[in-house]
């Protein structure tokens, strides 16, 4: 039972915040506000009417629209097409185009919210993507917008543009369900919050009620915000990197001359605004993206030219940026999945077939080990909550023994429980040895992560810093601003941005 008699008011002009842990039941009940799923039992009222829902058409009728946890555009398609999609108008039997741009631009212009309807999705950065998600749930003419944890993708900067966008509809009389796992944006923008744990309601709470007292309110248990770590031993060079270059997907040059290393038993972080080139960095690493120029070495095993799989198995972690991508096969199982990277070796198999025992001991092992709540073993990945598929990522990641553990993102879309569970981990892969390397949009987890911060700036690394570097000085390197006498100690300074004319936004 995924959702267990909850009950849910929400007023006009209101933003109404769900909290809750993976697999609480969120995503679920807002999908029977949009009629993607029917209640079994229970009633939804819109004005004091009772409404049944069959489709989202039927939602959408009654003023609901919805913006999901994981996006439904269609990559090749440009964004008016997407926008159109769903209730096409058409013109002698063909698309009406120059009326779908045009609701788009008037859409985006009402609200804010910059979209070139030309643009086609894929080309599109997430931040983007997420606008258009949006914009299309507005030229539906909607009261009620659900948003299902929209910033987890998004950057700081794009979160405040948001919240700001989010703002402005209110004032507009629009009422917002927004669901976050981030604590800081719930008190920044909701007027209630309702929180629910395993499918019920547990309770309601008001914005200036504090963070360790939601987060104690969502888990049933009290929850440690910052990461407890001793400080680092780092030991001998695991990973190398040096004068990488490594161009997008466009072909413009992403990583500019990159020079970084990564002792055993320590944390890099990696900070930066999203789009500077982290991104293609670890996917040059690991053997996802060509490297133009430069070597990636591994205690002197040169990684370019291994596969990902050799890369894999020569005792590298990976946790993706973006698990439905590169994380995951949803229509697999739960235990397939935990086991994608040695499903050929033993003990699970060889060449010739799989041994479903040792993947199912296995996998219950992980399962109850990472709390991965799923109904068993044996259910497709693609059924379980976000948070939850991410759990699968970061629980198959860490089970093997590890040189190098690279995790991108690596809290993405997870709850406050969870998050204290993984960083715990992270702390104690660095613990034992293993060199590690993450990369996050959040600025809170890198610092609460890392021993060094390595700040990326237009493809080239501005500077290495300690995590006590104080948090203007880390937003202005960010920002690409380096300042001529630095306040905290640099370990190793790289180029001036002046010289990076053709870095990526
Ligand atoms: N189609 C389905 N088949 C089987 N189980 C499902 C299905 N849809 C949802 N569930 C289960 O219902 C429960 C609630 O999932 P839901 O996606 O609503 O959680 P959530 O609160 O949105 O979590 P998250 O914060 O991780 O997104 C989960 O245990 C999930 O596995
Ligand atoms: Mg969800």
Redesign the pocket.
Known sequence: ???DHIDLTVEPGEVHA?L????????????QLYGL?QPDEGEILVDGEARTFRSPRDAIAAGIGMVH?HFMLVPVFTVAENIALGSERTRLGFLDRRRARREVLEVSERYGLPCDPDALVENLPVGAQQRVEIVKALTRDVDLLIL??PTAVLTPQETEELLTVMRGLCAAGKSIVF?T?KLKEVKAIADRITV?RR?QTVGTATPDTPEDELAALMVGRAVSLEVAKEPAEPGREVLSITGLVVDDDRGVRAVDGVDLTVRAGEVLGIAGVQGNGQTELVEAVMGLRPVRTGSIQVDNEDLTAMSTKQILRSGVGYVPEDRSLDGVVKEFTVAENLVLDQYDREPYGNALRLDSAAVGTKARELVDEFDI???STG??V?????????KVVVAREMSRPLRLFIASQPTR???VGSIEFIHGRIVRERDVGTAVLVVSSELDEVVGLADRIAVMYRGKVLAIVPPDTPRDKLGLLMAGITGDAPAAPVFEAGDSPASADEGTE
């Open positions: 039972m995924a959702n769900l809750g842990e993976n697999g609480a039941g969120k995503s679920t009940l807002m999908n799923l946890q299902d944890e669901i796992h629910i499918g709540r799923a109904s259910t497709a693609g059924t379980l909550s976000g948070g939850n598929q991410q879309g997870v709850d």
